[in-house]
C-alpha cells in the first residue's frame, strides 16, 4: 500500500487559465471548534503543500444559471475534462475556500486501499470542494451536497479528509471511492464536541462511529456493508473502524501524518502529555484521539503559530542534527526516504515544508453578517514565512499580487506575491538562524497590525451594512486589496533588504558596517572531525593577551552586633 498520497487536491474554479498539476507530500488542516476559541469564532486551517503547486487566491462571483445550465468539471490534478454536471439555479461567490455564507472546506489526501484506486466517476476531490463551496450554506449542507453530487455523478478520487465548517460547526468527513468500475464512494462524517479541535494530515482519523446519532455522525449506507462484501471487515457493526478498514495505520503513515497532527495536539493540550511515541512510527498501537480539547481557548493568532511547525522542542526537531547546517534550517530537501550503505532512513515530514503553494486560517463568526464575519486569513508560500493577509468572505475582488493567472509555477513575476515570498524564503533556508529573525520581525509587524486593526474595520463595516450590504462589500474589497497590496509591497522590500544585509556571507549590522560572524563553534567541531587533518593550520596560533589584573576584593566587615 502506497504510504506516501500521489494525488494532493489543487483547487482551481472553472474561470482560471492554468492547468493545476499533479502533487505529493499533500496537506494538513486543523478544525477549531467556537467552544475552543477565545471569540466564539470557529477556524479551519489549511496548507496546501506540493512541489509544482502555484499559490493564488481563487475567486468565483455568484452566478444565476438558465434552466438546463451545465457545468464542465476537469480534473484538478491534470486539467482533464471528466463529464458535465447540472447547474443549479444560482450558485454563491467564493473566496479562496470560503463561500460568501462563511461555509469553509479544505482536505488532505490519504489514498487508501490500493484495491479502490481508479473509480468510476466524474466528480474529483478538488471539484467536490469547489462545487460544493458553490451550492451550500452550512456544513452539514455541505456533507449532503457532497454525498449527492458522488452518488449521481460517481467519484473519481481515491481516499480524502475533508474539514468542513461554518460559525458554528466543524465536521471531519472521510470518503474513498469503490474502485475501477463501480460508481460513488463511502463516506463518514463526525461532528466535532464543541469546545475541541481536531486535525488531519494524509492519514485517515476516523475509527469507530456512533451508528444511531445522527446529529453527531453521518455515513453512507454501505459504509460497512461495502467491506463485509470485500470480505476486509467481519465483526460487530459497531466494532466496524473507517480508517482501519480503508486506510489501516503503518509506519510511513504515523512518522509522516499524525506526527503532524500530533504535533498540534501536543502544543494545543500539553496536560494530555502526548509522548513522542505517537509520532515515531516505533508503534503504530499507539493511536492518537480524533480530538483533544485545548489547554486555553484558541486565538486567531495561536491557530496561525500552530500551523507553523518544524516539532521544535522534540525529539524530532529538524534543526538539531547536522542535516541542519551550520545556521540550524529545520527544512531538508527530498526525497524524504534515503538509503546509504545498506540501510533507510527518513527525514521529518513537518507541518511547515517549504512546497507549500498556499495556506489559510478560515474564521467564521455567527454574531456577524456573512460578508463581514468570515474572514480567510491567506497567505503563499511556507507557512512559518508567510504572511496571513485578511480577505473577507464578502469581498467581490481579489488582490491583482494573489490573483489568478498573474504567473504560474514555471513563470516567474515580481507581480505575483508568490514568487516573492518565495525570493524571501528561499533566501533564508539558506543563512536559517540569522534570516528568519528579520522575516519574523516584518511578519509581526505586519499580522499584528491586521489584527489589532480588526475590530476598527469591522465596526465600520457593520456601520455600512446597516446602510446598505452592497456599501460594506465594497468597503471591504478595498481594505483587503489594500491590505494585499501591503504585504507584497512590504515582502519585496524585505528580499532586497536581506540581499544587501547578508550578501556573500556578509552581516551589516543596523549601522552598516560589515561583519563576518563565525560559525557556531559546534559546526566547527563538526568540520575538524570530518577532515581536520587536511585542515589543520601548522601555525602557532598567537597567545592571547593576559587578562588585566584585578584589583584584590575589599574585605567584608561584619556589622556590628
Known amino acids: 500500500m502506497n504510504r506516501f498520497p500521489s494525488i494532493l487536491f489543487t483547487a482551481l474554479p472553472l474561470t482560471a487559465v492554468l492547468v493545476a498539476p499533479v502533487v505529493a507530500d499533500a496537506c494538513t488542516s486543523m478544525l477549531v471548534t467556537k467552544g475552543a476559541t477565545t471569540d466564539g469564532s470557529t477556524f479551519i486551517t489549511y496548507a496546501a503543500d506540493a512541489h509544482e503547486l502555484y499559490g493564488e487566491l481563487y475567486y468565483t462571483p455568484a452566478r444565476r444559471h438558465a434552466a438546463g445550465a451545465m457545468r464542465d468539471v476537469m480534473e484538478w490534478d491534470t486539467g482533464k475534462f471528466l463529464g458535465r454536471i447540472k447547474q443549479p439555479a444560482a450558485t454563491y461567490s467564493v473566496v479562496g475556500n470560503m463561500n460568501e455564507h462563511q461555509l469553509s472546506?479544505?482536505?488532505?489526501?490519504?489514498?487508501?486501499?490500493?484495491?479502490?484506486e481508479g473509480p468510476?466517476?466524474?466528480?474529483?476531490?478538488?471539484?467536490?470542494?469547489?462545487i460544493t463551496l458553490e451550492r451550500a450554506k452550512t456544513a452539514r449542507e455541505a456533507i449532503q451536497?457532497?454525498?449527492?453530487?458522488?452518488?449521481?455523478?460517481?467519484?473519481?478520487?481515491?481516499?480524502?479528509?475533508?474539514?468542513?465548517?461554518?460559525?458554528?460547526?466543524a465536521w471531519i468527513l472521510e470518503m474513498i471511492g469503490k474502485g475501477e468500475g463501480q460508481k460513488g464512494a463511502v463516506w463518514v462524517a463526525r461532528k466535532l464536541p464543541d469546545g475541541s479541535i481536531s486535525a488531519h494530515a494524509n492519514q485517515s482519523r476516523i475509527r469507530q462511529f456512533p451508528l444511531n446519532d445522527s446529529a453527531t455522525t453521518l455515513y453512507a449506507p454501505d459504509v460497512i456493508s461495502f467491506a463485509r462484501a470485500k470480505g476486509w471487515y467481519t465483526g460487530a457493526d459497531k466494532d466496524f473502524s473507517f480508517a482501519d478498514t480503508y486506510h489501516p495505520l503503518d509506519f510511513g503513515g504515523q512518522r509522516f501524518s499524525e506526527a503532524r497532527?500530533?504535533?498540534?495536539?501536543?502544543?494545543?493540550?500539553?496536560?494530555?502529555?502526548?509522548?513522542?511515541?505517537?509520532?515515531?512510527?516505533?508503534?503504530?498501537?499507539?493511536?492518537?484521539?480524533?480530538w483533544v480539547k485545548p489547554d486555553k481557548k484558541v486565538s486567531v493568532q495561536d491557530?496561525?503559530?500552530?500551523?507553523?511547525?518544524?516539532?521544535?522542542?522534540?525529539?524530532?526537531?529538524?534543526?538539531?542534527?547536522v542535516g541542519a547546517g551550520p545556521y540550524a534550517v529545520?527544512?531538508?530537501w527530498r526525497p524524504m526516504t534515503w538509503d546509504v550503505d545498506g540501510k533507510n532512513y527518513v527525514h521529518e515530514r513537518a507541518i511547515s515544508t517549504q512546497q507549500t503553494g498556499f495556506s489559510f486560517v478560515a474564521q467564521m463568526r455567527s454574531g456577524l453578517p456573512d460578508a463581514i464575519g468570515g474572514v480567510l486569513w491567506f497567505g503563499v508560500d511556507d507557512t512559518f514565512t508567510t504572511v496571513y493577509t485578511p480577505m473577507y468572505a464578502g469581498i467581490r475582488q481579489v488582490p491583482k499580487n494573489f490573483a489568478q493567472g498573474v504567473a504560474s509555477r514555471g513563470e516567474?513575476?515580481?507581480?505575483?506575491?508568490?514568487?516573492?515570498?518565495?525570493?524571501?524564503?528561499?533566501?533564508?533556508?539558506?543563512?536559517?538562524?540569522?534570516m528568519i529573525v528579520d522575516v519574523q520581525k516584518a511578519q509581526g509587524d505586519l499580522e499584528g497590525q491586521f489584527l489589532a486593526d480588526q475590530a476598527n474595520v469591522e465596526s465600520i463595516a457593520q456601520v455600512l451594512y446597516k446602510r446598505t450590504p452592497e456599501q460594506a462589500r465594497q468597503y471591504l474589497t478595498e481594505y483587503s486589496m489594500q491590505q494585499g497590496d501591503k504585504v507584497h509591497a512590504r515582502w519585496r522590500k524585505l528580499g532586497e533588504q536581506m540581499l544587501v544585509k547578508y550578501i556573500d556571507g556578509n552581516v551589516r549590522d543596523a549601522t552598516g558596517k560589515v561583519g563576518h560572524p563565525r560559525y557556531p563553534d559546534a559546526w566547527y567541531r563538526r568540520i575538524a572531525a570530518d577532515n581536520g587533518k587536511m585542515l589543520e593550520s601548522h601555525e602557532k596560533p598567537e597567545p592571547k593577551p593576559a587578562a588585566p589584573a584585578q584589583p584584590a576584593p575589599k574585605p567584608t566587615v561584619a556589622p556590628a552586633p
Open 105 to 116: 472546506i479544505s482536505e488532505s489526501t490519504f489514498t487508501g486501499r490500493k484495491e479502490l
Open 120 to 130: 468510476a466517476g466524474i466528480i474529483d476531490y478538488g471539484s467536490l470542494i469547489y
Open 145 to 169: 451536497v457532497m454525498a449527492d453530487l458522488v452518488s449521481e455523478y460517481g467519484y473519481a478520487s481515491t481516499g480524502e479528509s475533508f474539514s468542513i465548517a461554518d460559525p458554528k460547526e
Open 261 to 290: 497532527v500530533w504535533s498540534i495536539f501536543r502544543r494545543a493540550a500539553p496536560s494530555l502529555k502526548l509522548g513522542v511515541e505517537y509520532a515515531d512510527g516505533a508503534d503504530t498501537a499507539k493511536r492518537l484521539p480524533l
Open 303 to 321: 491557530a496561525m503559530a500552530l500551523m507553523r511547525d518544524h516539532y521544535e522542542g522534540t525529539p524530532l526537531d529538524m534543526s538539531k542534527d
Open 330 to 332: 529545520p527544512y531538508r
Open 412 to 434: 516567474f513575476s515580481w507581480d505575483s506575491s508568490f514568487w516573492v515570498f518565495n525570493w524571501v524564503s528561499n533566501q533564508a533556508y539558506g543563512r536559517w538562524s540569522d
